[in-house]
């Protein structure tokens, strides 16, 4: 048997002793994302809340981050930006909820009617135009909401910092009023 059929045979077997190391050992993945739209009702009105939900999902607890929360609208003008700086590491699996976006929609006044259509009523709280069958189309506005967690240290471990950032385009009705939140408090308590 030669050299090389004795080579082969021992790979074969699962002899061979030398034990590659996975490129991912030591390594932590945060990702930022922005979770499904909520809405709660109160006695005030009506609020539609966006949270940004951050996590490590690799295999090491990452290094401190900061975790930034921005929203604009269409045209490039900033609505709201809040954050945290320097937060804890994120273990392997930890995940938390520290910013949303929200709009709140308080209860109508009263309401007027439109001079478009003879007998539709109007919400004052919802600009828009009056469709068939005198129903209120309410006009949109579309805002772009990003989370951005960032390392503070070691930027190279993160396994795939493409997942960092997410951005997104939500629709929300107008006349609300918009804000970023923080959720948790310092260190993601």
């Known amino acids: ?20 190391v996975s490129s991912h050992a030591g390594y932590y993945d945060y990702a930022a994302s922005i979770a499904p739209r909520g809405v709660t009702q109160s006695p005030a009105g009506k609020t539609e809340k966006l949270p940004v939900r951050i996590r490590n999902n690799g295999p090491s607890t990452g290094p401190k981050y900061d975790i930034i929360l921005t929203v604009t609208k269409e045209n490039g003008e900033k609505v709201c930006e809040t954050g945290y700086s320097t937060q804890s590491p994120m273990a392997n699996g930890q995940q938390r909820v520290p910013l949303a976006f929200q709009v709140f929609y308080p209860n109508p006044a009263t309401t007027k009617v439109d001079p478009v259509t003879p007998g539709a009523k109007k919400r004052a709280d919802l600009p828009g135009k009056v469709g068939d069958a005198g129903q209120i189309q309410p006009a949109i506005v579309n805002y772009y909401v990003e989370a951005n967690i960032r390392p503070t240290a070691n930027p190279d471990g993160d396994n795939y ?29």
Do not use: H, W
């Open 161 to 189: 910092p493409v997942n960092n950032v997410q951005r997104e385009k939500f629709a929300f009705r107008t006349g609300g009023n918009p804000s970023c939140q923080k959720i948790t408090g310092p260190k993601g308590k």
């Open 1 to 20: 048997m030669n050299l090389f059929t004795r080579q082969v045979l021992v790979l074969a077997c699962g002899v061979f002793t030398f034990a590659p």
